[in-house]
């Protein structure tokens, strides 16, 4: 009788061991995949913001891959620019980016940053928010000089 019972609080004991030691298994794969989902996101982002069709630039009518029209550039910051637009703008960008920072930092020939889509979520508990930089040319069709410059996108994924 006392040998049964010995058994049955070993093999409950073994059971519930097993039943932990799965289910820490299973939150870390979890943790991996929300990961992995969320540096695709980033990169879709990245993606989006780097070939905007209303900032790309185009040479004989063929887009150029990472490359910004300035003067198309110069429109678009006036257009969002102006607080009369601003919330179709939030609203109509916020499909595309989501919450996100996307800061454009010319580095040659001159020196400048240019904000063009903020709209930031309170991070809690440790979520965070992943940086992402992006090479780009910015090509003026006037002069036909390009400058040198890259995108600064913060994403701040939800959770």
Avoid: W
């Avoid at 992995?36 to 004989?60: F, G, M, R, W, Y």
């Avoid at 930031?120 to 002069?143: A, D, E, Q």
């Amino acid at each position: 009788m006392f040998e049964s019972i010995a058994v049955l609080i070993i093999f409950f004991f073994l059971l519930s061991f097993g039943f932990t030691f799965y289910g820490k298994m299973q939150q870390i794969s979890n943790m991996k995949k929300i990961r992995q989902a969320v540096e695709i996101d980033t990169v879709n982002l990245a993606i989006k913001a780097s070939n905007l069709p209303e900032l790309q630039c185009s040479i004989n009518n063929v887009p150029e891959p990472n490359c910004y029209d300035e003067i198309k550039l110069n429109a678009f910051r006036d257009i969002t620019g102006d607080t009369s637009n601003m919330e179709f703008m939030t609203d109509h960008y916020y499909q595309l980016f989501d919450y996100s920072t996307i800061m454009l930092n010319v580095l040659y020939p001159t020196q400048e940053s240019l904000l063009l889509y903020n709209r930031t979520r309170n991070v809690t508990g440790g979520g965070g928010s992943i940086l992402t930089l992006m090479p780009i040319s910015l090509y003026n069709p006037i002069s036909k000089t390009y400058k040198f410059a890259y995108l600064n996108i913060i994403y701040y994924p939800p959770g």
